[in-house]
């Protein structure tokens, strides 16, 4: 079964620490695709980055980047030298293999507070 | 581009009364989805889309219908509230599997 696994419940840096958000996915799709979206605290969903399954190489866009091994089933996100707009709640998400259609396995969200 | 719009922001419902939640997106997208949000659960799929006149169900579609008559327009009924259906729902549209879901901004529901 699909699953995707965010083991950090909460996480509390303080501003201009690097954090990583760790996500693990489980999957028998040999395509696929790994998504990250932010919500801060007025709820919306914003989106952060796609990534499928043939592209394993890292991404780094300002301060956030991408660490995507297949080997391992991990798509983990860091923030560098985090700031407290970085506050929110991140999700890790995965394409559903059931033919929904590119619907989405959310894992459980990691609350990131970051204090001044 | 407004993208994709839910109505109302936020609704309390009294056990046993229906409603639609609105869903409407401007960007031609065939697919679309409602998600529910609860807390220490992440998002689930309720029902989705692949294009006008086809629906389907996801994870948790007991207690909801959906139709979609126009390509913009994908409303979620529920048929009798029950205080279980208390949570955020989010609709969301996308052009395709590969590119991920734009979502809406959400609508509260507390069912009391």
């Known amino acids: 079964a699909q699953k995707v696994t965010q083991a950090q419940t909460e996480i509390s840096v303080v501003e201009k620490e690097d954090v990583t958000l760790d996500c693990v996915y489980e999957?028998?799709?040999?395509?696929?695709?790994l998504f990250w979206y932010k919500q801060p605290p007025s709820g919306e969903l914003v989106f952060l980055i796609r990534?499928?399954?043939?592209?394993?190489q890292n991404e780094i866009s300002g301060r956030y980047s991408w660490n995507f091994q297949k080997s391992t089933s991990s798509f983990n996100f860091t923030i560098t030298a985090s700031q407290v707009v970085d506050s929110a709640v991140y999700f890790c998400?995965?394409?559903?293999?059931?033919?929904?259609?590119?619907?989405?396995?959310f894992g459980k969200g990691t609350k990131l507070s970051v204090k001044p | 581009n407004a993208g994709v719009t839910q109505t109302p922001k936020f609704q309390v419902l009294k056990t046993g009364q229906s409603m639609t939640l609105q869903c409407a997106q401007d960007?031609?997208?065939?697919?679309m989805s409602w998600y529910r949000q609860d807390p220490g659960m992440g998002l689930r799929l309720i029902h989705y889309?692949?294009?006008?006149?086809?629906?389907d169900q996801g994870e948790v579609p007991n207690g909801y219908n959906v139709s979609r008559s126009t390509t913009e327009d994908f409303p979620l009924r529920l048929l009798s509230a029950a205080p279980s259906q208390t949570s955020v729902y989010f609709c969301?549209?996308?052009?395709?599997?590969?590119?991920?879901?734009?979502f809406g901004s959400g609508t509260r529901l507390t069912v009391v």
């Open positions: 969301a549209s996308s052009p395709d599997r590969r590119y991920g879901y734009t």
């Open positions: 999957t028998r799709d040999t395509t696929y695709y």
């Open positions: 990534r499928n399954s043939f592209d394993e």
């Open positions: 998400a995965l394409s559903r293999e059931d033919g929904s259609q590119g619907n989405l396995i």
């Open positions: 960007m031609n997208h065939e697919y």
């Open positions: 889309s692949v294009g006008a006149g086809i629906t």
